[in-house]
Protein backbone atom coordinates (compact mmCIF):
# COMPACT_ATOMS: atom_id res chain seq x y z
CA UNK A 1 0.00 0.00 0.00
CA UNK A 2 1.30 3.57 -1.38
CA UNK A 3 0.16 6.53 1.06
CA UNK A 4 1.14 10.38 1.59
CA UNK A 5 1.55 11.10 5.26
CA UNK A 6 -2.57 12.22 5.30
CA UNK A 7 -3.34 8.90 3.79
CA UNK A 8 -1.10 7.00 6.18
CA UNK A 9 -2.71 8.93 9.52
CA UNK A 10 -6.43 8.15 8.28
CA UNK A 11 -5.34 4.68 7.51
CA UNK A 12 -3.70 3.81 10.92
CA UNK A 13 -6.90 5.62 12.69
CA UNK A 14 -8.66 2.96 11.19
CA UNK A 15 -6.40 0.29 12.19
CA UNK A 16 -6.07 1.97 16.10
CA UNK A 17 -10.25 1.49 16.12
CA UNK A 18 -10.57 -2.41 15.15
CA UNK A 19 -7.64 -2.98 17.72
CA UNK A 20 -8.13 -4.47 21.30
CA UNK A 21 -6.52 -4.86 24.27
CA UNK A 22 -2.88 -6.96 24.38
CA UNK A 23 -2.60 -6.50 20.64
CA UNK A 24 0.86 -6.14 19.74
CA UNK A 25 2.02 -4.51 16.18
CA UNK A 26 5.46 -4.44 15.22
CA UNK A 27 6.77 -1.72 13.48
CA UNK A 28 9.74 -2.17 10.76
CA UNK A 29 11.59 0.13 8.69
CA UNK A 30 14.52 2.63 8.46
CA UNK A 31 15.11 6.10 10.21
CA UNK A 32 12.29 8.59 8.62
CA UNK A 33 10.23 5.73 7.31
CA UNK A 34 6.92 7.12 8.83
CA UNK A 35 7.08 4.63 12.18
CA UNK A 36 6.30 7.34 14.61
CA UNK A 37 3.86 9.20 12.13
CA UNK A 38 2.05 5.68 11.71
CA UNK A 39 1.80 5.31 15.86
CA UNK A 40 0.09 9.17 15.89
CA UNK A 41 -2.59 7.50 13.51
CA UNK A 42 -3.07 4.80 15.81
CA UNK A 43 -3.63 7.04 18.66
CA UNK A 44 -6.34 8.98 16.90
CA UNK A 45 -7.91 5.71 16.54
CA UNK A 46 -7.74 5.12 20.21
CA UNK A 47 -8.89 8.24 20.91
CA UNK A 48 -5.72 9.73 22.59
CA UNK A 49 -5.31 13.70 22.23
CA UNK A 50 -1.84 13.68 23.89
CA UNK A 51 0.70 14.43 21.56
CA UNK A 52 2.95 11.93 20.82
CA UNK A 53 6.91 11.69 20.82
CA UNK A 54 8.98 8.78 19.32
CA UNK A 55 10.35 7.11 22.74
CA UNK A 56 13.38 6.51 21.18
CA UNK A 57 15.44 7.94 24.49
CA UNK A 58 12.68 6.49 27.07
CA UNK A 59 12.33 3.24 25.59
CA UNK A 60 8.43 3.65 26.16
CA UNK A 61 6.11 6.01 26.65
CA UNK A 62 2.22 5.58 27.92
CA UNK A 63 -0.67 7.24 26.63
CA UNK A 64 -4.34 7.33 28.04
CA UNK A 65 -7.44 6.93 25.98
CA UNK A 66 -10.02 3.93 25.02
CA UNK A 67 -7.15 1.72 25.88
CA UNK A 68 -3.59 2.40 26.71
CA UNK A 69 -0.91 2.43 24.20
CA UNK A 70 2.11 1.69 25.04
CA UNK A 71 4.80 3.48 22.27
CA UNK A 72 7.92 1.30 22.52
CA UNK A 73 11.43 1.93 20.54
CA UNK A 74 13.25 -1.32 21.16
CA UNK A 75 16.52 0.55 19.10
CA UNK A 76 19.00 1.12 22.29
CA UNK A 77 18.12 -1.54 24.31
CA UNK A 78 20.10 -3.69 22.01
CA UNK A 79 20.16 -8.02 22.17
CA UNK A 80 19.20 -7.13 26.39
CA UNK A 81 15.14 -7.01 26.07
CA UNK A 82 15.04 -7.88 29.76
CA UNK A 83 16.48 -4.37 30.27
CA UNK A 84 13.21 -3.71 30.76
CA UNK A 85 9.90 -5.73 31.86
CA UNK A 86 8.44 -5.56 28.23
CA UNK A 87 5.81 -8.33 29.69
CA UNK A 88 4.24 -6.10 31.37
CA UNK A 89 3.22 -3.70 28.74
CA UNK A 90 2.77 -6.56 26.26
CA UNK A 91 -0.26 -8.44 28.42
CA UNK A 92 -1.32 -5.87 30.28
CA UNK A 93 -4.68 -3.70 29.42
CA UNK A 94 -3.37 -1.80 26.54
CA UNK A 95 -1.97 -1.66 22.94
CA UNK A 96 1.77 -2.35 22.60
CA UNK A 97 3.58 -0.80 19.97
CA UNK A 98 7.16 -1.80 19.23
CA UNK A 99 9.10 0.24 16.80
CA UNK A 100 12.30 -1.74 16.06
CA UNK A 101 10.42 -5.05 16.82
CA UNK A 102 12.42 -7.22 14.64
CA UNK A 103 15.81 -6.83 16.62
CA UNK A 104 14.04 -8.82 19.26
CA UNK A 105 13.68 -12.07 17.58
CA UNK A 106 12.87 -14.72 19.17
CA UNK A 107 11.84 -12.57 22.41
CA UNK A 108 8.98 -11.29 20.24
CA UNK A 109 5.45 -13.43 21.15
CA UNK A 110 4.37 -15.78 18.61
CA UNK A 111 1.42 -13.50 17.60
CA UNK A 112 1.19 -9.89 16.52
CA UNK A 113 0.78 -7.62 13.40
CA UNK A 114 4.03 -6.67 11.69
CA UNK A 115 4.03 -3.39 9.86
CA UNK A 116 7.06 -2.93 7.22
CA UNK A 117 7.59 0.90 5.94
CA UNK A 118 9.72 1.14 2.95
CA UNK A 119 10.25 5.33 1.93
CA UNK A 120 10.18 5.15 -2.32
CA UNK A 121 10.15 7.77 -4.77
CA UNK A 122 7.39 7.54 -7.43
CA UNK A 123 8.24 10.15 -10.68
CA UNK A 124 4.67 9.71 -11.49
CA UNK A 125 2.80 9.97 -7.85
CA UNK A 126 5.45 12.99 -5.78
CA UNK A 127 2.41 12.86 -3.25
CA UNK A 128 2.70 9.72 -2.10
CA UNK A 129 6.36 8.74 -0.87
CA UNK A 130 5.72 5.87 1.85
CA UNK A 131 4.65 2.90 1.35
CA UNK A 132 3.65 -0.21 3.96
CA UNK A 133 3.02 -4.37 4.06
CA UNK A 134 0.99 -5.78 7.16
CA UNK A 135 2.53 -9.05 7.56
CA UNK A 136 -0.15 -11.14 9.95
CA UNK A 137 1.71 -13.40 12.88
CA UNK A 138 -1.20 -15.63 13.92
CA UNK A 139 -5.24 -16.07 13.55
CA UNK A 140 -6.02 -12.77 15.16
CA UNK A 141 -4.07 -10.62 13.50
CA UNK A 142 -5.19 -12.47 9.99
CA UNK A 143 -8.61 -11.99 10.40
CA UNK A 144 -7.55 -8.02 11.64
CA UNK A 145 -5.63 -7.66 7.97
CA UNK A 146 -8.63 -8.88 5.85
CA UNK A 147 -10.75 -6.65 8.11
CA UNK A 148 -8.38 -3.60 6.60
CA UNK A 149 -8.22 -4.44 3.13
Known sequence: MKFNEKEMLAFAEKLGRKIEAQDIIVLT?????????????????????QMIKSPTYTI?????GRLPLYH?????????????????????????????GELLGKD????????????????????????????AHGERYEKLVQELD
Open 29 to 49: GELGAGKTTFVKGLALGLDIA
Open 108 to 135: LPDDYLEIVFDKYVDSFDTDANRAISLI
Open 72 to 100: MDVYRIGDDPDSFDMDDYLFGDGVSVIEW
Open 60 to 64: VREYE
